[in-house]
């Protein structure tokens, strides 16, 4: 989908991530000149688990990316286990509502990289420090971290896609205070060196206890990565300690067992971690003039509802396709897209939320709900009812839809 219509207009993304790639990406397609900054001092690889959903592999088509990104689901069995290793069948990230390609952020972020124009400027150790914008355009003032200057220049267009605590949403709409909803969760990922002690490579594995849980995400060609996660009452004291040091001691004092053991003595030697608080982002509006934002600082749906990637790629996909539709108005292109995508990122949020259980119960009640719902998908009178709601049920429908096609919703099949 080519509509070449933005006359050489120049934007600044801010974030080289899987949405900032993405915006970029489309922005090109239909025209635009886009400039990427990263703070980071060069990109990043590898990566945890992500799932690619129906409305994220529509978006990729549309990229052209779709043909770079493969499945690495694994077909192994999923298991329910204990800390001293009892084991029984389980409910695995498969066996949600939905039909989600298995994959690391790092693949998507590879694949949109690679199918980045040369022509595509890319600055890295570069924030933005102030943004200014007046009807015809907007002055951002650019520090390069690296050696200390700085220099103003203009766009016609600004896209935050630099995560949950966004600089773009700091600067133009004001502090993180006003938006971030904490949902009082840890969130700790990374890749394990190999398969988990008594389990194959391609099982998936979950640990649940109140406050607390392990999720083993099995790929078919590449270790497991793992996320631990847990309930906390003073999310800033999380920061003031070593993660490893801080994971042990909130999963004990019990005897942490054999699985259990080999993911905590891991994520003492892993490289790339992801430490950090669950929270979603809540605004009334996520633009303002010329300046937008997109992916998880505008909604952060939370890894619950395992959206994250899929909806950052579809609200860039739809971004470019509003602007080339609205090319005699930026501020006209960007209501007509946050009037399409609010109800469906509204409603994958309200997921994330519901999610929660099931990924880290938060009481003796919510485990043994789960444990029921465990039962129920088994059970020969009650699984058709179970698979019905996986496949074909509101959440598995809302995130295989191409939400980001204007028109009527299409469902996009595995």
């Not at 749906?301 to 108005?329: C, F, I, K, P, Q």
């Not at 990924?359 to 699984?383: C, D, G, H, N, Y």
């Not at 598995?396 to 469902?411: L, Y």
């Amino acid at each position: 989908m080519d509509m070449t219509n933005g006359s050489g207009r120049r934007a600044l993304v801010v974030g080289l991530g899987i949405s900032g790639i993405a915006a970029a990406l489309r922005l090109w397609q239909i025209g635009w000149r886009p400039v990427i900054i990263e703070r980071a001092a060069g990109r990043r690889s590898g990566g945890y688990f992500i799932a690619l959903f129906g409305a994220g592999r529509a978006a990729a088509q549309r990229l052209g990316i779709l043909d770079r990104l493969t499945d690495r689901g694994a077909d192994g069995g999923a298991y329910d286990i204990d800390r001293v290793g009892r084991r029984r069948a389980g409910l695995g990230f498969k066996d949600f509502p939905g039909r989600p390609w298995m994959m690391t952020r790092g693949d998507v972020e590879a694949a949109g990289f690679a199918a980045l124009p040369s022509e595509v400027e890319i600055r890295y150790a570069t924030v933005p420090t102030r943004i200014e914008q007046d009807a015809d355009g907007v002055n951002v003032t650019l520090a390069d971290t690296a050696d200390g200057t700085s220099v103003t220049e203009r766009f016609d267009l600004v896209v935050g896609a630099d995560g949950l605590r966004s600089t773009v949403r700091q600067l133009v709409f004001g502090p993180h205070e006003k938006y971030l909803r904490r949902m009082n969760y840890m969130a700790v990922a990374f890749q394990m060196p190999g398969a988990l002690p008594g389990h194959d490579q391609s099982d998936s594995v979950i640990l649940a206890e109140p406050r607390r849980s392990m999720w083993i995400f099995p790929f078919k060609d590449r270790p497991p990565t793992v996320l631990l996660s847990y309930h906390t009452d003073d999310v800033d004291a999380e920061f003031t300690r070593p993660k490893a040091e801080r994971v042990g001691e909130v999963f004990g004092p019990e005897p942490a067992g054999p699985a259990l053991g080999a993911v905590l003595e891991a994520l003492e030697s892993a490289e790339d971690v992801l430490f950090d608080s669950v929270e979603q982002v809540h605004m009334d509006r996520w633009h303002r003039g010329r300046v937008v934002l997109v992916g998880d600082a505008a909604w952060c749906v939370t890894l619950y509802a395992g959206m994250g990637a899929s909806a950052g790629m579809a609200g860039a996909d739809l971004l470019g396709t509003m602007l080339a539709r609205h090319g005699g108005s930026v501020t006209e292109a960007l209501t007509r897209w946050e009037q399409q995508l609010r109800p469906s990122i509204g409603y994958l949020q309200g997921n994330g939320m519901q999610m929660r259980s099931l990924f880290v119960p938060a009481t003796r009640f919510e485990l043994a709900r789960r444990r029921i719902m465990l039962r129920v998908s088994k059970m020969p009178v009650t699984s058709p009812l179970f698979l019905w709601w996986r496949t074909r049920g509101k959440v598995a429908r809302m995130k295989d839809m191409d939400f980001a096609q204007p028109g009527p919703a299409v469902r996009v099949h595995a």
